[in-house]
């Protein structure tokens, strides 16, 4: 597999190694945390802001930041090198040593509405009895929290969200459900995330929200993206059916 390694912040490590013959992917890391998610978010902006000629698009992910390209444009470029591998990690490895400027982006802050329980939350009491706490006290819990969203991924707008209390965290289903509905929003390790649109799924489901986390006729299909600050507010079924009604 080609691989190059280079610095960020020349202390920062960063790996490139080619995923297909139009993409490489860069390793900033292994630990999923914050400081992490800003290290990639402010590369990635700083790639965006400075692309190279065949640049498509980036899917920045928990440790990683794919970049995809057109090999044909890459070629034709006057980056040095004689491959695509060499010609944008040269451009990759030349973004590195920019200086970065920290809190280059500031998230947004999403409120969530959920109705938790009941026909929207099947799942709700398995995560009560496998971490001793109530329904309420995991309602509690989930809604006490603030989280950010790490990566969109899986489905188109599928928010993963770290930051979720220890408490809360349980497994995934050894077996996973056929159709989760869309607003879904669920448990899985310690994450939390929500089902944008009606897809098989594992994660424990604890509620729904009635808003549209995904669609295809807003500037912004996803409601959420990587960065933003999230919290969730526990609503009743007549509240979320006027939701539902806007």
Known sequence: ????????????????????????TITFGTAIDNDLLSLITDFNQLLLQNPFSGLITTVPAYTTLTVFFDPLSVM??????????EKVSAHLNKIA?????????????????????????????????????????????????QYIVFMIGFVPGFAYMGGMDIRLS?????????????????????????????TPGGWQIVGKTPLKMFDVNRSQPSLLKGGDLVTFKAIGINEFNTYAEI
């Open 1 to 24: 597999m080609t691989e190059q390694v280079g610095y960020f912040e020349a202390d920062i490590p960063l790996k490139i190694y080619g995923l297909s013959e139009k993409s490489v």
């Open 76 to 85: 034709l470029s006057d980056l040095p090198g004689e491959a695509c591998f």
């Open 97 to 145: 040593q920019t200086k970065r400027e920290k809190s280059r982006v500031v998230a947004d802050k999403r409120v969530i509405p959920v109705c938790y329980g009941s026909d929207f939350g099947q799942d709700l009491l398995t995560v009560a009895r496998t971490n001793n706490l109530t329904e309420t006290e995991v309602i509690d819990i989930h809604t006490a929290g």
């Open 170 to 198: 349980t497994p995934r289903k050894e077996v996973p459900n056929a159709k989760i509905p869309a607003g879904s929003v669920g448990i899985a390790g310690n994450q939390t995330g929500i089902y944008p649109l009606e």
